[in-house]
């Protein structure tokens, strides 16, 4: 299983629950795609774009039940490949979903969500 993850507010994996669905977040909207990170890259992203956030999930998902058309490795941030999903996130493909709070010193570091 290879796991790729996704950084949400409370909020907005409540309504992903409700309906069923992932849809994206605003940037992932207003981007085309649903932006994810590998283990190695979730705490960068975390430090970089969530900085001082509060109420965040750490969503694991197993790439093997996504769409292989629809999942692609895109250069992104310093040259890295960053997964991106073109379209909505079933949730039958979510295998872990954890609370993602800063340390004391407001920093992300990235612990596994297991299965």
């Known amino acids: 299983m290879a796991l790729i993850y996704k950084i949400v507010s ?15 977040a605003a940037v992932d909207i207003t981007d085309g ?3 994810f990170s590998t283990a190695e890259q ?8 969530f900085k001082g956030q ?9 790439e093997d039940e996504l769409d292989e058309e629809a999942l ?8 890295a490949f960053f997964p991106h999903l073109y379209g909505n996130l079933s949730l039958e493909a979510v295998v872990g979903v954890s609370p993602f709070e ?10 596994e969500v297991l299965p």
């Not at 409370?10 to 994206?24: I, Y």
């Not at 509060?54 to 998902?61: E, Y």
């Not at 692609?72 to 040259?79: L, P």
Request: aromatic fraction near 12%; glycine fraction near 12%; hydrophobic fraction near 40%.
């Open 10 to 24: 409370k909020d907005e994996w409540k309504k992903a629950e409700d309906s069923g669905v992932f849809s994206g």
């Open 54 to 62: 509060t109420g965040l999930l750490l969503i694991a998902v197993d």
């Open 102 to 111: 800063a340390d004391e010193n407001g920093l992300f570091e990235f612990s």
């Open 33 to 35: 795609f649903i932006h």
């Open 42 to 49: 979730v705490a960068e992203t975390a430090n970089k774009h």
């Open 72 to 79: 692609r490795y895109e250069v992104s941030r310093g040259g």
